[in-house]
């Protein structure tokens, strides 16, 4: 799906990135897990085109692409349904086929009975899944998320990766994840990149199966192993 290599990027005298390399297969959930301001997001950018990194090669195979940022970035003048056609213009859909695709994600994201909602209407937890929807609804090949489930409590949490889950087998993508929380990583991904260091490195790079994802013992060793990380690299940074 994607490859990149020895890739350097710099902001200013600042080196985020420096001979990184990072590839994903077609259909891999990826989670990159580090500490703040490592350089997680910047990996989303420049994979979305966002940020030209001063050297090194990316190589991407996919055609449609997806990004759910933090906050939910909804057009506040348009209901539910009107945000999630947003990316449906651009996809040569009809009306009838716009309205189709609405029609068979509102029941998916627990939104039935709110498409006439404006944003202003919604909860937090809500607005979040119309960005979720939106951005599945152009079936994309690639989807990034930077952190999109930050601010809602745990029991939203569980829920919102329940919905993401559930929209993955409604269409299956590429999916990269960042997130500071350690059990979305271990609850939704396929590998678990750890990133630490600055510039910034792959310390480890955990590769899940779904039955170690249920695995009591593999949650717990998979927990304390990342806790570790990060208090290591906590006290690396103060000396």
Not at 81 to 109: D, H
Request: charged share 20%; aromatic share 8%; net charge neutral.
């Amino acid at each position: 799906m994607f490859h990149m290599e020895n890739v350097v990027l710099r902001y200013g005298d600042l080196t985020v990135l420096d001979q990184f390399n990072l590839c994903c297969e077609e259909r891999q959930f990826i989670c990159l897990f580090g500490p703040s301001g490592v350089g997680k997001t910047s990996v989303l950018n420049i994979l979305a085109g966002i940020n030209k990194p001063q050297a090194g090669s990316i190589k991407a195979d996919y055609k449609r692409l997806a990004y759910v940022f933090q906050e939910p970035r909804l057009l506040p003048w348009l209901t539910v349904e009107q945000n999630l056609k947003v990316g449906l213009f651009n996809l040569g859909l009809n009306s009838r086929q716009r309205n189709q695709c609405v029609s068979n994600l509102l029941p998916l994201l627990g939104l039935s009975g709110f498409g006439g909602y404006y944003p202003g209407q919604l909860s937090g937890g809500m607005k979040q899944r119309v960005s979720l929807g939106r951005a599945f609804a152009i079936q994309p090949d690639l989807l990034l998320l930077d952190e999109p489930f930050t601010g809602l409590d745990e029991n939203l949490k569980t829920d919102m990766l329940d919905l993401l889950f559930s929209l993955g087998q409604w269409h299956a993508c590429t999916t990269v994840m960042v997130t500071h929380d350690i059990k979305e990583v271990i609850k939704i991904s396929d590998r678990i990149v750890v990133m630490a260091g600055r510039p910034c490195r792959i310390v480890q790079d955990i590769v899940t199966a779904p039955e170690q994802r249920r695995d009591p013992a593999f949650i717990r060793k998979t927990e304390a192993g990342l806790v570790d990380m990060l208090n290591l690299n906590k006290a690396c940074a103060v000396l």
